[in-house]
């Protein structure tokens, strides 16, 4: 198993700025998974974060807008860049520790105004 | 391109009542499914899931779904919910045949009433 940490947890923030999102592993893994559930809308995965190596953006995800840090196995960070109300959606880390099922973050509820 | 959907945006039933959930997924090739559940507060927690092998699966908390291949579903199965099971319900297909990596569906609002 594995448990996630997510920070914040929610965040009310203007348009025009960034905010950086962090995820805590309470173990090393590989891979870690930034997704995005907009309102109303089902989860959508944005990038796969690998340490040591750039991270691997999805369709319509670009690093410029989503820029991934993972300095090491047990933490990354997702920023979103020049935040737009569009933006407004709960972000939220995963990771599969033992190959065998998806554990999730509490996500963080941004709201951009 | 891969894509899940659920029939049911919001349920509402009694407790003792069945509850069934439907969901299909489009792709033509090996496939891992996935029912998960966000009770309110808490983060997404696995349910389910099916790899191989018999297509009735059970999971946690008296929950099942039964994956027919020539349908496409995986619907969510229990024959007797609780209060407790008021959640929202999500099923996932993996898109290269691991665990992560998933396509969700929209989701389903399961309410259950006393």
């Known amino acids: 198993s594995a448990v996630i940490s997510q920070k914040p947890s929610r965040d009310i923030c203007q348009r025009g700025t960034s905010l950086t999102i962090q995820c805590q592993v309470d173990?090393?893994?590989?891979?870690m998974f930034w997704y995005r559930q907009q309102p109303g809308q089902s989860l959508t995965l944005i990038a796969t974060?690998?340490?040591?190596?750039?991270?691997?953006?999805e369709s319509g995800f670009v690093i410029d807008k989503f820029p991934i840090s993972r300095p090491n196995l047990t933490f990354s960070t997702l920023t979103v860049s020049n935040m737009s109300p569009e933006d407004s959606s709960i972000y939220l880390c995963?990771?599969?520790?033992?190959?065998?099922?998806?554990?999730f973050g509490q996500g963080t509820r941004l709201t951009v105004v | 391109a891969q894509s899940v959907s659920q029939h049911n945006h919001h349920v509402i039933l009694s407790e003792a009542a069945s509850l069934e959930l439907g969901c299909n997924y489009s792709?033509?090739?090996?496939?891992?499914l996935f029912w998960y559940v966000q009770y309110p507060g808490q983060h997404l927690q696995l349910l389910l899931k099916?790899?191989?092998?018999?297509?009735l699966v059970k999971g946690i908390k008296g929950f099942e779904a039964e994956f027919i291949k020539s349908k496409f579903s995986f619907n969510l199965r229990k024959p007797s919910v609780q209060w407790s099971d008021t959640a929202e319900y999500f099923c996932?297909?993996?898109?290269?045949?691991?665990?992560?990596?998933?396509?969700f569906g929209a989701g389903t609002r399961l309410a259950v009433h006393p």
């Open positions: 792709y033509g090739g090996t496939v891992n």
């Open positions: 995963s990771v599969d520790p033992g190959g065998s099922e998806a554990f």
């Open positions: 974060a690998n340490q040591g190596s750039e991270a691997t953006y």
């Open positions: 099916y790899f191989s092998g018999d297509p």
């Open positions: 996932a297909v993996s898109r290269d045949g691991g665990y992560n990596k998933l396509i």
């Open positions: 173990s090393q893994v590989t891979m």
